[in-house]
């Protein structure tokens, strides 16, 4: 489409973008918080994981959900020498469940598997401070979900006074630490896994957690805090700066077009 729009032939438009070092098939996906309070919440949150009180206990609060008990229409082959295993590509649903999890930065994670995600069931969680031991004072880092300040959820609050929720900026869920245990869930026990009734799906996301429990890996932040306000700061004013070219989608194209152009030596550089 860009040979015919330019007049010049198909090797010319990959040769030039292969030049200049553009790759139009390759695309990075993120998200910019909208959160005006970003800095210092994120600073917050971030002090309670490289410097928590000798006297405290972090957990890191969030859901998984749903999770989809799956099983494939027909029996995926094993692995052999020069094929690779199979599956199908359509399944069967049967049924759903949600994961809550509290993770703590020793490695130890306590978990859930609730049906709805409610104040009620966020309530049923935070009960499980039988787990936790007591005489400290609990930072809780959680997300804005509206189940986490629900009237009663405050109520909680006030009876339990050594209680106290740190809540992370808007779209910034990778500041939640537990999303990491979350992401190791999903590439080694679900992905490939086949679950035909829901009591399988929810007693291998028990063994998981019991397995993690049994060999657990403290949690360390290693990223720069002010890098990370940097590349937000930065990543806005791109983002700003691109859209303010006219409409956004076409500026991948126009960009690409630009280079064509200054290659044939229709534009100044």
């Known amino acids: ?133 007591a005489g400290k004072i609990v930072h809780v880092i959680l997300d804005n979900y509206g189940s986490h300040k629900h009237p009663k959820v405050r109520a909680w609050m006030d009876r339990h006074l050594r209680f106290v929720f740190h809540y992370i900026p808007t779209s910034a869920s990778w500041l939640n630490a537990v999303e990491g245990f979350f992401a190791k869930l999903t590439k080694r026990r679900l992905k490939r896994g086949v679950f035909r009734p829901l009591v399988d799906l929810q007693a291998a996301i028990n063994r998981f957690l019991a397995e993690a429990n049994d060999n657990p890996k403290p949690f360390v932040w290693t990223a720069d805090p002010d890098k990370i306000v940097h590349a937000d700061t930065k990543n806005w004013s791109r983002f700003n700066r691109s859209r303010n070219t006219g409409d956004f989608r076409d500026y991948v194209g126009t960009e690409i077009a630009s280079y064509l152009l200054y290659s044939l030596g229709h534009l100044e550089k």
């Open 1 to 133: 489409m860009m040979a015919k729009a330019i007049g010049i032939s198909v090797s010319s438009v990959q040769r030039i973008p292969r030049a200049h070092g553009l790759q139009p098939h390759r695309a990075r996906e993120f998200k910019l918080s909208r959160d005006p309070d970003f800095v210092s919440k994120r600073r917050d949150i971030v002090g309670l994981y490289v410097d928590p009180s000798a006297h405290a206990i972090v957990l890191s609060v969030d859901e998984k959900s749903p999770i989809q008990a799956l099983d494939g229409t027909q029996p995926g082959l094993p692995l052999k020498p020069g094929r690779c295993g199979t599956m199908t590509h359509d399944y069967k649903r049967n049924g759903t469940t949600r994961l809550f999890a509290l993770d703590v930065l020793d490695g130890k994670v306590i978990g859930r598997c609730m049906q709805r995600h409610r104040h009620e069931e966020f309530i049923h969680l935070l009960n499980a401070k039988a787990e936790i031991p």
